[in-house]
């Protein structure tokens, strides 16, 4: 009797070994299905995203930069035939190109000489597509003067061309010497200013009352660029204004589909906002 109840034991504990292994191999194989299923519903093929997803995707504002530095310093055609040199007698664009310690310097300007000066860099090559467009454009210089006279902006602009009939263009955002701002008055010692202003506004003009737009087409003409004009020195001696670099950054937005094609095709720095 002892003998076949622990048969029937062994029996049926060899049973229920058997068992646990059928029901590990059954938890093994849901356990592998169910990571399956995961890594099939967490897959970046937009065919199989749920449409919420493709909609939010194709809704992102996709917005492009470029920075270039100019090719012409107050001698763009026949500036220098039409306006002088403009305090600038020595300077050249590749001076304000890159932060590297030569400076595009004005002569001396003194109260009762020469007192005043005009920078206009031009030609930045700006290659932005014809269907973008302009959310904003910064303009950023590094300069300082020596002498002891303080000296500072008349005006600072970013421009469509240096001269329209009788006077400047007035166009986009002025920081003239009416406003105050930081970098109105130079520094003795190379300190950078960035000035920016949006794609378009109703403050544009010297007097911060005009409408403006810009436009792929004005940004991309030889003739865009920055006009920075200085103001009579005040104070005995003389001054020299020199300037370090001077850069502009344009960034725009584009519709999806162009992004898509050629999200780097003219070498822009791309973002997501």
Not at 91 to 112: H, W
Not at 176 to 183: F, S
Not at 231 to 240: D, F, L, N, R
Not at 245 to 272: C, F, H, M, Q, W
Request: net charge neutral; aromatic share 12%; proline share 5%.
């Amino acid at each position: 009797m002892m003998l076949i109840y622990s048969l029937s034991k062994e029996f049926f504990m060899k049973l229920l070994s058997h068992f646990s292994i059928i029901r590990g191999i059954g938890y093994l194989l849901v356990f592998i299905l169910c990571i399956n299923c995961k890594k099939d519903y967490n897959s970046t093929n937009p065919s199989q995203l749920p449409p919420e997803s493709i909609s939010e995707s194709a809704g992102e504002n996709v917005v492009e930069s470029q920075t270039r530095t100019a090719a012409f310093l107050n001698n763009l055609n026949n500036f220098q035939q039409v306006f002088g040199d403009q305090g600038y007698p020595r300077a050249k664009a590749e001076n304000v190109s890159a932060d590297d310690g030569k400076y595009a310097s004005t002569r001396k300007l003194s109260s009762n000489g020469i007192s005043s000066s005009s920078l206009a860099l031009q030609g930045f090559g700006f290659t932005i597509p014809d269907d973008a467009t302009i959310q904003n454009i910064a303009v950023r210089v590094r300069r300082f003067k020596n002498g002891s006279p303080a000296i500072g902006d008349y005006f600072l602009s970013v421009m469509q061309r240096y001269q329209c009939g009788s006077g400047p263009c007035t166009y986009g955002v002025f920081w003239t010497y009416l406003d105050d701002y930081p970098g109105k008055m130079y520094p003795n010692t190379e300190t950078e200013y960035v000035f920016s202003q949006t794609g378009s506004g109703n403050n544009g003009g010297f007097n911060h009352n005009q409408a403006y737009q810009w436009t792929p087409a004005i940004v991309n003409h030889q003739y865009f660029g920055v006009r920075i004009d200085s103001y009579p020195p005040s104070g005995k001696g003389s001054a020299v204004v020199n300037y370090d670099l001077v850069d502009i950054t344009v960034e725009y937005s584009l519709p999806e589909t162009t992004a898509r094609k050629s999200p780097v095709a003219s070498g822009a720095n791309t973002l997501i906002k």
